[in-house]
């Protein structure tokens, strides 16, 4: 049956409502089919606002992947501001799809991307604007399968209620499966319902369908277990992992946003995974193993991507780019490729070596020379470790010496507050290193004008890492902290006035580690600050942190625990915690081993180089770590303007 667009009754109302543009849909490389040859339609949503949603990598590369298939169809929808959401209630304008304007409530799935779980309550108010009901358990088939992706799909537990399922892991080969099956099923004409298709769903193995687990406590609060309730689902359900990222070039079309946007370039993965084995870093232990994308693979999608989309900027995208096993031949033959260019090329966040400073030097080549940014993540030396972020505080002051006397002005670090074992001493350190580096750098440069960053964000503990059995700093010591940090960096105004101070303050951390290694019980929360609210959590003018604080003074205490015992409580070995039966692939007993050697300020190498230290993930998920050197060729080192071949005619371009 087919779909009536619904423009027509919201286009009166974008006059009314801040940036109007971000509602018409329509960028360059999306896709509009037809609704009724459609055998399968999914709507896909990234709940935050469409500046940051549009960007996102992970939605457009199933956007692009669903609608390659030529019987289905896939939708975009993002959060919509509190002032057109006042106004769609009004005149009774439901969520739609900024592609055909379609109504959410009418598609087969919708798939959530949650990158971060303060996007939660970003989800109830869409089901709501839906007319989706809230829980999962009162929808009919009439309603979509309400499915979530992400980082934060590590522990769906949180948002257990409002999900129908949830799915671990990378996801292009996952929506492909669940599509199957749901074509399948509608095909047969739908038996069994809604229970049938969740099944056929759970029973593969890879998609957590979290109503058909029970949940049982212990007196005290704790998790005793969690069981399925029904025959066909696994006790465990898998992560999934993409192995070969060649044979998954995606995004080749991106999208263009057509308001502004968090991410104004085009970004490129140059490898997915990553063993460093930062102890914090939930994103680094889940993408384990690393699997590197080729040379020639990198290439082709930069020169497609680049003609696709008109974009002049390149981000080479990973959890640690420089990492790559060839990044210096990566690096060096995309600048002669595209020297003399508008192009310019650019790496997030490095790792601190020297080394990197000659592969920003490179990528500059053929424009601006702003700022380098650098990631210890802990002002000491004895934190580093407890961390295992192995960087000296000579690495540190040769690295940003090396910037300074490259030319380079400006050098961010970032750092985090509230570590396990953390001192104030840990955080003043901080200050001193900054100086340090200004000191160095006017040494090095001969200039005064430098300037040093220091950012600094809350650290959070997060489900299947080390850290997962942590208490949380509260935010009061980590406010404090940060005064004296403050403080200790105006000691001396002559290098402090070169030192810029951002950060946040503690308060939103804590509600986000609520979020993060909460179980079931903290859903009525979530709901509550929804019904009280709450709206778009991860924006500072938006979020409240008293009504999360009261939500949970409401709804926690008959079960007997409460803010802090989800948050500020450190865990024991034995303790079934909410995610247990959400395999990462990473062994449990390792990751215990490893938190007791972040406490006695041990290392841990990278398996990329030293042998394997059994994580568990390869044997658990039958990976394996792929990093070159593969010794293939370089990228043509021809400029774009003569358009020679890549070597590869599997990977050449299309245009
Ligand atoms: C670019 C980026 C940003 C950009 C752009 C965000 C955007 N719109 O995409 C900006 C700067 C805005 C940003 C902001 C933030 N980011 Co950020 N960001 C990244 C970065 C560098 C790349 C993300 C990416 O594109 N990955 C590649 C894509 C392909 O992966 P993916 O999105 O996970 O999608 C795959 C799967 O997860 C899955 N999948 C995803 N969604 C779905 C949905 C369904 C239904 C299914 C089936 C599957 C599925 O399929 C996809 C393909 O395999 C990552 C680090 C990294 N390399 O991953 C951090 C990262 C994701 N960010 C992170 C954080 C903490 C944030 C902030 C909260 C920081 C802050 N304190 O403000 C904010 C949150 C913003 C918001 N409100 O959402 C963390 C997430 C922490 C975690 N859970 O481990 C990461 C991992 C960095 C880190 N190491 O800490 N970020
Ligand atoms: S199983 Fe071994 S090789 Fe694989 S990611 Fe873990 S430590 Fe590295």
């Known amino acids: 049956m087919s779909v009536e667009s619904v423009f027509p009754a919201l286009e009166p109302l974008l006059p009314r409502v801040s940036k109007p543009v971000q509602y018409v849909g329509g960028e360059l490389n999306a896709t509009l089919k037809d609704w009724d040859s459609a055998a399968v339609r999914w709507c896909l ?24 298939l030529p019987d289905v169809l896939a939708e975009r929808t993002y959060s919509v501001w509190p002032d057109l959401e006042a106004l769609m209630r009004e005149h009774d304008v439901p969520q739609f799809t900024v592609d055909g304007h379609r109504p959410v409530g009418a598609f ?45 799909a590590f522990n769906p537990e949180p948002i257990a209620d409002f999900l129908d399922a949830a799915v671990l892991g990378d996801g292009e080969e996952a929506v492909l499966e669940i599509t199957d099956i749901v074509r399948e099923w509608k095909a047969q004409g739908c038996p069994g319902g809604r229970e049938e298709v969740l099944t056929r769903l759970a029973e593969t193995g890879g998609v957590y369908v979290p109503r058909f687990y ?38 080749k079309q991106p999208l263009v946003p057509l308001a502004e946007s968090v991410h104004e370039r085009m970004s490129v993965e140059i490898f997915r995974g990553c063993t460093r084995g930062c ?34 900027e390149v981000g080479l995208l990973s959890l640690s780019s420089a990492d790559h096993s060839e990044i210096a031949e990566v690096t060096k033959g995309l600048a002669d490729r595209y020297q003399g260019t508008n192009t310019g090329l650019s790496l997030p966040s490095t790792r601190v070596d020297a080394f990197n400073v000659d592969l920003a030097n490179e ?46 002005r400006q050098v961010k670090l970032y750092f985090m507050c509230g570590l396990p074992t953390e001192t104030d001493e840990d955080v003043l350190q901080i200050a001193r290193m900054a100086k340090e580096v200004i000191r160095a750098g006017r040494e090095a440069s001969g200039r005064k004008d430098i300037r040093c960053t220091i950012s600094i964000g809350g650290f959070v503990p997060k489900p299947h890492t080390p850290f997962q059995w942590a208490a949380q700093c509260h935010p009061d010591t980590v406010d404090d902290r940060l005064r004296k940090l403050r403080a200790e ?43 009280e609210g709450g709206r778009l959590d991860g924006w500072s003018e938006h979020f409240s942190y008293q009504r999360w604080v009261d939500a949970c003074a409401s709804e926690l205490p008959e079960f007997g625990v409460d803010l802090d015992w989800f948050t500020t409580r450190e865990r024991e070995e034995t303790e079934v915690l909410p995610w247990d039966h959400l395999d990462s692939g990473l062994d449990k007993e390792w990751l215990w081993a490893d938190w007791q050697d972040a406490l006695d300020e041990q290392e841990q190498d990278d398996c990329r180089w030293t042998p394997c230290f059994d994580c568990g993930v390869c044997p658990a998920m039958g990976t394996d770590i792929q990093v070159g050197p593969t010794g293939r060729t370089l990228l043509p080192i021809t400029p774009v303007g003569n358009r020679s071949p890549v070597s590869n005619p599997a990977l050449a371009p299309t245009s």
């Open 45 to 68: 949503m990234y709940p935050d606002a469409y500046e940051v949603g549009l960007p996102n990598q992970g939605v457009m590369i199933l956007y692009e992947v669903l609608n390659e």
């Open 108 to 152: 087969d799935l919708l798939g959530v991307s949650f990158a971060t779980e303060l996007g939660y309550t970003n989800l109830l108010t869409a089901l709501d604007l839906a007319g989706i009901p809230l829980h999962a358990a009162d929808r009919t088939e009439e309603h979509p399968i309400v499915l979530a992706g992400g980082h934060a």
């Open 214 to 251: 029970d949940v049982e406590y212990l007196p005290d609060g704790r998790i005793q277990r969690v069981v399925p309730n029904r025959d066909r689902v696994p006790y465990r359900v898998f992560k999934r992992t993409t192995m070969d990222l060649d044979a998954w070039p995606y995004p």
């Open 279 to 312: 102890r914090f870093c939930q994103a680094g232990m889940i993408t384990r193993p690393v699997r590197e994308r080729s040379i020639e693979g990198i290439g082709a999608m930069v020169q497609n991507g680049l003609a696709a989309t008109g974009f002049e």
């Open 363 to 408: 990528l500059a080549r053929n424009g601006r020379r702003s700022g380098l940014t650098f990631a210890p993540e802990g002002g000491s030396e004895r934190i580093r470790r407890v961390i295992n972020k192995m960087v000296s505080e000579e690495d540190l002051i040769r690295t940003v010496t090396t910037a300074y006397a490259n030319g380079w």
């Open 489 to 531: 960096v105006n000691t001396d105004r002559s290098l402090g006035r070169n030192i810029g101070m951002r950060y946040h303050d503690g308060q939103p951390s804590l509600i986000e580690g609520l979020l993060s290694r909460g179980d079931r019980r903290v859903g009525r929360v979530i709901e509550r600050v929804w019904r």
